[in-house]
């Protein structure tokens, strides 16, 4: 029943924005901590973003000062601010939403960057 749904991806051009979105349904227990993760051509998945129930988030190294998570708690939903886009942002991005029972995850929204 839960499902977690991106949007927002797409092929844009070095130094363009985009913003991802997810909305979470079907959860009966309370969502902890959100994420994003992406995973390229080859790597294995790494986390690009978090945040807690709170609002406190963490970055990776390699997206910090470009990118921005966010939450609305109230609608079960995470987003991801990307600014300044590099051709190695270029990767699947996946949503996550951790609870007390599990990790869920999204089926991935595609970001290609190049010029």
């Known amino acids: 029943q839960v499902q977690l749904v991106e949007s927002g991806g797409g092929l844009v051009q070095p130094g363009d924005s985009l913003r991802l979105s997810c909305a979470v349904s079907?959860?009966?227990?309370?969502?902890?901590?959100m994420g994003w993760y992406r995973q390229a051509p080859g790597k294995e998945r790494e986390l690009v973003a978090s945040?807690?129930?709170?609002?406190?988030?963490n970055y990776a190294d390699s997206v910090k000062g470009r990118f921005t998570i966010s939450r609305v708690n109230a609608k079960n939903t995470v987003y991801l601010q990307m600014n300044s886009l590099k051709p190695e942002d270029t990767a699947v991005y996946y949503c996550?939403?951790?609870?007390?029972?599990?990790?869920?995850w999204g089926k991935g929204t595609l970001v290609t960057v190049s010029s």
């Open positions: 996550n939403a951790v609870t007390v029972l599990r990790n869920y």
């Open positions: 079907g959860s009966i227990l309370s969502i902890n901590d």
């Open positions: 945040i807690t129930n709170g609002g406190r988030s």
